[in-house]
């Protein structure tokens, strides 16, 4: 048993989150690190132990869906987006050893809140998109900061597809990419700054096979998803986000 993880109740536990979580990421692409992390830190606190073991959790089912939805994909339109992350993981990946200010995600909680509700009522209307390359830049910054700090590098990355007016595989496949981009950096520096500790990769064969049950039947849900329910179902977990982070954070 790992040493975080002293009773088979919490084990059970962490396994279901996790379990569900990659349900959530294989079925529409993002949602599963708010879901996790959130209640993970509401259980059991320890974000330092939860955030590198959630990263490791999600490699393999970043892998599999970039191998299976890697022709939706297109490198050389979104490798600006991409690459700005790389020093914004690092950064955030530093922070995270020290207690980080909970006003500027009570912010984001807002902001994010506004805009799923905004895309609800009137995504199908929707005339602006992030075509310029300095969109790339501002969200690109934000998620790799976020995601690697907090987890949760899911809500500025939507917002940016949402613009972009994608199909489902397209939308997936995006998001799942540059994740995947960004667990490549965060692991190897998980592990040079001490947060990938032995106990956390014990955690970890102990998910893998419950975690991958969760890939399969998330990947099944999402083949049978029309066009609009996939639309209004990322709305409706960016709205999901938006309020935990306000409640959370205000808590």
């Keep these: 048993m790992p040493v975080f993880l002293p009773s088979i109740d919490q084990l059970i536990l962490v396994i279901f989150i996790f379990t569900c979580s990659q349900l959530i ?31 490791l959790v999600c490699f393999p089912t970043e892998l599999f869906i970039c191998i299976k939805d890697r022709k939706h994909f297109s490198f050389k339109k979104n490798y600006l987006y991409i690459l700005l992350t790389i020093p914004f993981i690092i950064l955030g990946s530093y922070l995270l050893t020290v207690i980080p200010s909970k006003w500027p995600l009570v912010f984001l909680g807002f ?32 998620s790799g900061l976020m995601g690697s700090l907090y987890g949760i590098g899911g809500p500025p990355l939507i917002i940016y597809l949402k613009g972009l007016k994608l199909t489902k595989r397209e939308f997936r496949a995006m998001c799942v990419s540059v994740f995947f981009a960004m667990s490549i950096i965060r692991l190897p520096a998980f592990f040079g700054m001490g947060l990938l500790t032995h106990d956390i990769i014990k955690a970890w064969f102990f998910i893998l096979p419950f975690s991958l049950l969760g890939v399969y039947i998330g990947h099944s849900l999402h083949k049978k998803l029309s066009e609009k329910r996939f639309k209004r179902m990322t709305s ?16």
């Design 236 to 251: 409706m977990i960016l709205l999901i986000n938006g309020l935990l982070l306000i409640v959370k954070n205000l808590s």
């Design 25 to 55: 990421y294989a079925s529409i692409g993002f949602g599963s690190g708010m879901f996790a992390i959130s209640l993970l830190g509401l259980f059991f606190g320890q974000l330092e132990v939860f955030v590198p073991l959630f990263v």
């Design 111 to 142: 902001v994010v809140f506004i805009l799923a509700i905004y895309f609800l009522a009137y995504e199908n209307k929707i005339t602006w998109r992030f075509k310029s390359k300095s969109w790339q830049v501002l969200f690109g910054a934000l």
